[in-house]
């Protein structure tokens, strides 16, 4: 009888579609005392899992049904302790998302739940025992797959989940087995060395940051003559303006980035990456031509104010715990300097000796109209789309 079932079901489904069964995306946020967990679920496949009176649409499932779409959310996913103790689970928010890859998810509407699975007091939120058969109980070609979204002990944030698992109908048995969920607890060092890595990647992927960054370089060995940059022999010289820069800028963006990830100081995103363009194309006319000598030092911090916005946005996202928020904001700083660092110890060298050449002035120019270029297409794009 279970072959017949498995048989039947599997041909029911292939009928109805011609295309592979779109899975549950189970994403999981690792926190102290529970899990915070996103499920998004095929409309489709969820209503065919449904009593067959229950509504088909998303609207409707998100109307007048949502009270029983939750109760049945609830009886289909049971997490308990290793030992067996149950968690509670709780059903927040439901809302309708578009897929954001059609190619992957077959242009399908997902159904967003938000939930909280909170463990019996002394219970480890790190290891626990997964029951799910929502959808798949019905629809047996349908799974779920698992995936730490955020796991801060670990390393694991929002922008790189990690698979755990898949959870699926057993075709030999026709049962669906849970998944155990068992994560190692690197404790603070863990988190905040994921956090510089953030930080060092963070910088490494952030052409726009490094190119500001080396637009305030490339003028750092000169001095202004009438009006136009002028090559120095003083190298003590060139040295010292360039580490009162990259203070300056690290000042700023430190002091932003502090306030920005503690919630003191919130901005859209949109009108900071304008801005940090329009750093980058004052940048580049300043190493044209002088815009504003003996200044570069007070500029370098104004403009770090902003690129430190930037940087807040990264942490912000992450909804992390008091303390955690802490080190990871000195972790990530920490990532971001290490980085500017290597990347100043490999260019200024060189950008020293270049200087006091004769053709140091195209390489300026060069360099200068590139940033500019960049700039005001990195403007278009982020105020136009």
């Known amino acids: 009888m279970k072959i017949l079932f498995l048989f039947t079901s599997l041909l029911f489904v292939n009928i109805l579609f011609a295309h592979p069964s779109p899975n549950t995306l189970m994403l999981l946020d690792i926190k102290a005392n529970g899990v915070a967990t996103e499920l998004h679920l095929p409309v489709i496949e969820l209503s065919m ?3 067959p009176a229950a509504p088909k649409t998303a609207a409707e499932l998100l109307g007048s049904f949502k009270d029983s779409l939750r109760l049945y959310l609830i009886s289909h996913i049971k997490p308990m302790s290793m030992d067996g103790q149950k968690w509670t689970v709780n059903v927040g928010e439901m809302n309708l998302e578009n897929v954001a890859n059609p190619q992957e998810r077959n242009s399908l509407q997902d159904i967003i739940v938000k939930m909280w699975l909170q463990p019996p007091p002394g219970s480890d939120s790190r290891r626990f025992i997964l029951q799910y058969d929502a959808v798949m109980h019905q629809v047996v070609t349908h799974s779920a797959v698992v995936s730490i979204r955020q ?15 898949v959870i699926s109908v057993d075709p030999r048995s026709s049962q669906i087995f849970p ?5 190692e607890n690197k404790g603070w060092w863990g988190g905040f060395n994921s956090m510089v890595g953030l930080g060092r990647k963070h910088i490494a992927a952030g052409t726009d ?31 010292l303006r360039i580490t009162k820069i990259i ?10 980035l502090l306030a920005g990830a503690i919630g003191w100081l919130r901005l859209p995103s949109q009108p900071i990456e304008i801005l940090i363009a329009f750093s980058i194309l004052i940048s580049a006319i300043h190493a044209m031509r002088p815009l504003f000598a003996g200044r570069e030092v007070y500029v370098a911090a104004g403009f770090g104010l902003i690129h430190g916005m930037a940087f807040a946005n990264t942490l912000e996202g992450l909804n992390l715990e008091t303390g ?24 200024v060298p060189w950008l020293i000796l270049l200087s006091r050449t004769t053709f140091y002035h195209n390489i300026r120019w060069v360099g200068a109209i590139f940033a500019a270029v960049a700039a005001i297409a990195w403007m278009l794009e982020r105020s136009f789309g």
């Open 209 to 239: 940051h490094l190119l500001f960054l080396l637009v305030l370089l490339l003028v750092a060995p000169l001095q202004v003559n009438e009006n136009r940059w002028d090559a120095t022999k003083n190298i003590r010289y060139a040295l």
């Open 179 to 183: 998944l155990t969920v068992s994560l």
């Open 324 to 347: 955690q928020l802490i080190i990871s904001i000195l972790g990530f700083n920490l990532g971001i300097e290490l980085m500017q660092l290597l990347v100043i110890l490999l260019t």
């Open 49 to 51: 899992a449904l009593h």
């Open 247 to 256: 203070t300056a800028f690290t000042i700023g963006h430190s002091l932003t």
């Open 151 to 165: 796991d801060w002990e670990n390393g694991i944030v929002a922008a790189h989940p990690s698979e755990v698992g």
